[in-house]
């Protein structure tokens, strides 16, 4: 079991027959091929996976624990979820990548799925009306 991570435009399906909520979904775009670490599901998408336990340690290591998954505030708190970005998440982001010291490969391997997140945050912002970033 894990988690999926996908970062983009919201895009709202209409609710089906016998249901009263709104999905939320993004789209999936595709980007040249770009090795973000061996977490990821789609090294050519806006998406990326984890192994649960591996996420945690992720968050942990890099000190975004809280950013992503605070009960209440975080990006990813609710599972599944969704939650809109904004341009201080991506300097959160930035700062713990700038300020990550690499002693070993894990190191090295949590750089760069930072790098997918600053990449993923940086372009929803830049190009989508309703950034967001949704898990399940």
């Given at each position: 079991m894990?988690?999926s991570i996908?970062?983009g435009?919201?895009?709202l399906?209409p ?5 009263i909520s ?5 789209e999936?775009?595709r ?6 670490g ?5 090294r050519h998408t806006?998406?990326?996976?984890f192994?649960?336990?591996?996420f ?5 290591r890099?000190?975004l624990?809280?950013?992503f998954?605070n009960?209440y505030?975080?990006l ?11 341009q201080?998440?991506?300097?959160t ?8 010291k690499?002693r070993?490969e894990?190191d090295?391997?949590?750089y ?9 945050f940086e372009?929803?912002?830049k190009?989508c009306k309703?950034p967001i970033i949704?898990?399940y």
């Open positions: 894990g988690i996908v970062i435009e919201e895009v399906e609710y089906t027959e016998g249901f709104v999905e939320v979904d993004v999936r775009r980007y040249p091929i770009n090795k973000v061996d977490q990821t599901l789609d806006n998406r990326i996976y192994n649960y336990i591996g945690i340690v992720f968050l942990e890099c000190g624990y809280d950013l998954n009960e505030t975080g990813v708190g609710t599972h599944p979820g969704a939650c809109y970005i904004t201080k998440h991506l300097d982001i930035r700062e713990a990548k700038n300020t990550l690499i070993d894990d090295k391997n949590i760069k799925d930072l790098q997918f997140f600053e990449r993923q372009y929803a912002l190009n309703v949704i898990n």
